[in-house]
């Protein structure tokens, strides 16, 4: 069953996390960032210290699931970018954080790689917009290791929290 997973949050948000696009239980519930990695994100949230009910709007690039949750064709996120932009523009953020390198170059148009970009605050249209790794990215890796991805985008949302309680 093909769903639309629009977003979740406070529409009032000073912060939107873009992710690449529904998983299974996302397209299942309707809802972003609700499997697996979403719980590690809310998780990493948390222990930055953002408050996930007030300060965040989650949405994808892509609405709905690649079949069998392939990676997202160019033309696919070329037809879902429009979207994703009017999302912004609606709930108008202070801060855009990019989960993965999809939601970096569909949003940036970079051709960069996220492991150059993540972490670095890129100002765009008036917008700050920072990378970080996909959640889903971070559970292929020990979570205690000193400079694990883990760990790394921990340090990144703690940096997203010190700009917004400084905006």
Not at 49 to 59: K, S
Not at 103 to 113: C, D, F, I, R, T
């Amino acid at each position: 069953m093909k769903r639309l997973v629009v977003g979740k949050g406070n529409i009032k948000a000073k912060i939107i996390i873009v992710g690449e696009a529904p998983g299974a239980r996302e397209a299942k519930e309707g809802v972003p960032f609700v499997g697996k990695s979403g719980r590690l994100l809310s998780n990493l949230l948390f222990k930055a210290g953002i408050n996930e009910e007030n300060d965040i709007y989650f949405c994808n690039v892509m609405k709905c699931r690649p079949p069998k949750n392939r990676k997202p064709l160019n033309k696919e996120v070329m037809i879902h970018k429009p979207w994703l932009i009017q999302q912004i523009k609606l709930i108008n953020p202070k801060i855009i954080v990019l989960t993965g390198s999809i939601a970096m170059k569909a949003v940036l148009g970079v051709n960069e790689s996220i492991t150059n970009l993540r972490g670095k605050w890129i100002n765009y249209n008036g917008k700050d917009y920072i990378p970080i790794f996909h959640p889903s990215y971070l559970m292929r890796f020990r979570f205690e290791e000193k400079n694990s991805p883990y760990r790394l985008t921990l340090k990144d949302l703690q940096n997203v929290r010190d700009k917004l309680y400084n905006l």
